[in-house]
């Protein structure tokens, strides 16, 4: 392969790279502009070296490991807030980007634009519609809602103050606790955060309200708040 011929290459992955990583740079995702555009050259890059050194390899051999490598830079920009994740339309973009540069290291540049044109159409076009049908109401026994509840307490009253919040909860029908957890919020074991993950076969705010009232009236209790969590929209 002649150098002019791994400059287009290469060229054609910076421009397509860029294209991809502009539009998550427009929306402020972690992983924007430059992400995608290196992930996009990388992924060249390996190719390249491949046809210029192993001639007698397999040639799927390299984008293979491509496919293994990115999911470790993905993974780095997905985020777990309760139970919440964020930052899978990026993380699954800079798959993409990397798809895309792997097409270009091959020379298969019509493929690597029509593949960077579906990835823009997926993550632009399909936003609206996205939305219309998250915001689509759903029957009582479809609809799943997600709760998170914190609460302080003294690290002497921690046992009491759980049974009396499974209790509670055990009054409200069509509720499943996912998790229980607490922790020491000092070393001298004084004060203690409870947090519990409560899920809904529908909308329980006054219920949940009326928990978190109950156990606030406890004198052990320093504070206590519930947070009704939400998908991210792309």
């Avoid at 998550?24 to 050259?41: D, E, F």
């Avoid at 780095?76 to 699954?92: D, P, Q, R």
Wanted: glycine fraction near 6%.
């Amino acid at each position: 392969m002649e150098w002019n011929e791994s400059l287009l290459r290469l060229t054609v992955a910076f421009v397509l790279g860029s294209t991809l990583g502009i539009e998550r740079q427009w929306r402020q995702r972690m992983a924007g502009l430059r992400t995608n555009t290196l992930v996009a050259i990388g992924a060249a890059l390996f190719v390249i070296v491949s046809v210029l050194t192993n001639h007698d390899s397999s040639p799927t051999r390299i984008p293979a490991q491509i496919v293994s490598g990115i999911g470790f830079l993905a993974g780095g920009v997905i985020l777990k807030e309760g139970l919440t994740v964020k930052g899978l339309n990026t993380a699954a973009t800079l798959w993409c980007s990397a798809a895309v540069g792997t097409l270009c290291g091959q020379g298969l540049f019509s493929e690597a634009v029509l593949g960077s044109m579906m990835v823009l159409v997926a993550n632009i076009a399909l936003r609206p519609l996205s939305t219309f049908i998250n915001h689509q109401p759903m029957h009582s026994t479809e609809l799943e809602c997600h709760y998170l509840c914190h609460l302080v307490c003294r690290g002497d009253e921690e046992a009491n103050v759980r049974r009396i919040l499974l209790d509670s909860l055990a009054e409200i029908k069509n509720i499943k606790l996912r998790s229980l957890r607490s922790h020491d919020l000092d070393e001298f074991n004084h004060f203690v955060e409870v947090e519990a993950a409560i899920i809904c076969t529908a909308r329980k705010d006054k219920f949940l309200e009326a928990v978190i009232s109950k156990l606030s009236l406890n004198p052990s209790v320093k504070s206590v708040s519930w947070q009704a969590l939400e998908q991210e929209s792309g």
